[in-house]
């Protein structure tokens, strides 16, 4: 059974730091990896998304690395800013699902303070 | 820009009541999922819909069920509201049968069952 599992459940910088969120996952036979963003209150915006295939993806100051063998992924934020703070989702699909049934972590809570 | 709505953000209802939650999403996608979010359990699929009228079961579908009679619509029914109900309810869509695509989520319903 897959498990996600994410360290820390709660984070807190100072502004301008750079930093890493942890994400593993314990069935390497995995589709794509997804890292969502959740603002209290509200749904999930989808951050980034690596194929399996991949070793990473980055968008603008979001670098998003998969290890499909160590069962690791990791989210760098750089130059962290106030408005980044949120709960950070990661998501597996399922080697053997074909219709993309997400399995999450329990988030990381990230605090930036100004 | 791929939308998805939700009935309500927020719905206050009484133990035996049966409960109807919607879900329109407006970007034509095959895909449609509910999840229900809870502090220290993290995200959980209860069904999702892979075309009109289909649906499968999650990993928390019991005291559910699920109504897609249209493309764009997918409703999550509460047959008997229960008190451990109450949580967060996500809806997502995607676009097709690739695992690998993105899932959009709605803004979420919070749903208190008294």
């Known amino acids: 059974k897959q498990e996600v599992t994410q360290i820390p459940a709660a984070l807190s910088v100072p502004e301008g730091e750079n930093l890493v969120l942890n994400c593993s996952f314990t069935?390497?036979?995995?589709?794509?990896l997804q890292w969502f963003r959740q603002d209290p209150g509200k749904g999930l915006t989808s951050l980034l998304l690596?194929?399996?295939?991949?070793r990473e993806q980055t968008s603008g100051r979001l670098n998003a690395s998969l290890d499909k063998s160590s069962g690791r992924s990791t989210l760098y934020i750089a130059a962290s800013q106030p408005g980044d703070s949120a709960t950070y989702l990661c998501?597996?699909?399922?080697?053997?699902?074909?219709?993309?049934?997400?399995?999450f972590g329990q988030g990381t809570t990230l605090q930036v303070k100004p | 820009d791929v939308k998805v709505t939700q009935s309500s953000r927020y719905l206050v209802k009484r133990t035996g009541e049966k409960v109807f939650l919607e879900c329109v999403q407006d970007?034509?996608?095959?895909?449609m999922f509910w999840y229900r979010q809870d502090p220290g359990l993290g995200l959980r699929l209860i069904y999702f819909?892979?075309?009109?009228?289909?649906?499968e079961k999650g990993d928390i579908p019991e005291g559910y069920s699920v109504s897609r009679e249209k493309k764009e619509r997918f409703s999550l029914i509460l047959e008997s509201a229960s008190t451990n109900q109450t949580s967060m309810y996500l809806c997502?869509?995607?676009?097709?049968?690739?695992?690998?695509?993105?899932?959009?989520f709605g803004p979420g319903t919070r749903l208190t069952v008294l």
């Open positions: 970007m034509d996608h095959e895909n």
């Open positions: 819909s892979y075309d009109v009228k289909m649906k």
């Open positions: 690596i194929q399996s295939s991949q």
């Open positions: 998501a597996v699909i399922r080697g053997s699902s074909n219709t993309g049934k997400l399995i």
């Open positions: 069935d390497s036979a995995i589709y794509n």
């Open positions: 997502a869509s995607s676009r097709g049968q690739k695992p690998t695509d993105t899932q959009y």
